[in-house]
């Protein structure tokens, strides 16, 4: 069995949610003319140490007490704030999943990110990983009392079921570079098994892995699909796709490696630990690949075995 102990809640959430559930809006701005000795005050009395700065309903840069701290060392005259700002803003959308936040926090080290409407490109908020650690706490606190309300109403789908052999198949359609439905297919895939009363540590594992799978389907080809086989014993999950292949499976598999471009990196993906946190959660892993035909990942999680785990 490769799964080496329980996953935890808090890895479940942070695939599951998204920027949104968890930045802050109603966020404190400035304008590019904004005077840098203001600037001062601004910080102290709204208690912040940094701000974005928006012309309009435009993000146009940030400033933070980094920039205003070097501005008085170096004892220059007023000046705008937009003659001090950061230009290059690094941003998040509101629709993505909230590990890509995480890793972008981790791969970068900022303090916050300003928080945008996909389509409008307007400002709607910003997050900084305190914002991430509160709104997960208040998650945990929703869904443990959702839990303890249905824990007595719930019960194992399959032992409802009166039949020599029970199976349910499930099929998801993905469409390669599709980021903003990134990890859409395992949410509805998590969502099921919740629906079918299967232990809560089960579901983690597989939405977990089938997250993985999906991703490496969105960064790596033109789309796939995802199999989910459900019987009384164990959940199988066979992702295929017919892209360019992978030229060395050993390799992939080694922690870190990764083969993304620079471009899908600066989104905060392809650190090259999606087929490891694959691994993880499973108790069988299978992955096959032939250069220019595509690539099959197998993945079997035993739900006996999952249960087992969730007990100790």
């Known amino acids: ?94 629709d993505e999943p909230l590990i890509l936040a995480v890793n972008r926090f981790d791969q970068l080290g900022f303090g916050r990110f300003a928080v945008l409407d996909r389509k409008s490109e307007r400002l709607l908020g910003i997050i ?40 349910l198949f499930f099929r998801y359609d993905v469409m390669g570079h599709d980021f903003k439905r990134a990890g859409e297919s395992a949410s509805r895939l998590k969502a099921t098994l919740r629906r079918l009363g299967l232990n809560p540590q089960i579901v983690r594992r597989v939405a977990i ?21 459900v019987q009384p014993h164990e959940i199988a999950v066979r992702v295929e796709d017919s892209g360019p292949g992978i030229p060395d499976v050993d390799k992939v598999m080694r922690p870190g490696y990764s083969t993304a471009p620079e471009w899908v990196r600066e989104l905060g993906f392809g650190a090259g630990m999606g087929l490891n946190n694959i691994l993880k959660c499973s108790d069988k892993m299978d992955l096959r690949s032939a250069l220019g035909k595509g690539t099959r990942l197998s993945i079997c999680i035993s739900i006996e075995e999952g249960a087992k785990s969730e007990a100790n």
Not at 2 to 29: F, S
Not at 36 to 58: A, F, H, N, Q
Not at 71 to 88: H, L, S
């Open 209 to 229: 892995a089938t997250y993985e799978a999906e991703m490496n389907l969105i960064i790596y080809t033109d789309g796939g699909r995802i199999r989910v086989r």
């Open 1 to 94: 069995m490769a799964a080496d102990g329980n996953i935890g809640k808090i890895q479940e959430l942070i695939y599951e949610i998204r920027v949104c559930d968890v930045m802050k809006g109603n966020v404190i701005t400035v304008s590019p003319q904004t005077p840098m000795s203001e600037l001062r005050r601004i910080l102290r009395e709204k208690r912040i140490s940094g701000t974005p700065v928006v012309e309009g309903d435009k993000l146009v840069g940030i400033i933070s007490l980094d920039d205003f701290i070097r501005w008085m060392a170096e004892r220059e005259q007023d000046c705008p704030i937009g003659e001090k700002m950061t230009r290059n803003v690094q941003t998040l959308y509101s």
């Open 128 to 167: 900084t990983k305190g914002d991430i650690v509160e709104g997960l706490l208040r998650k945990l606190e929703i869904d443990y009392y959702k839990e303890e309300n249905q824990r007595h109403e719930e019960q194992h789908f399959f032992e409802d079921i009166l039949a020599d052999k029970s199976v």
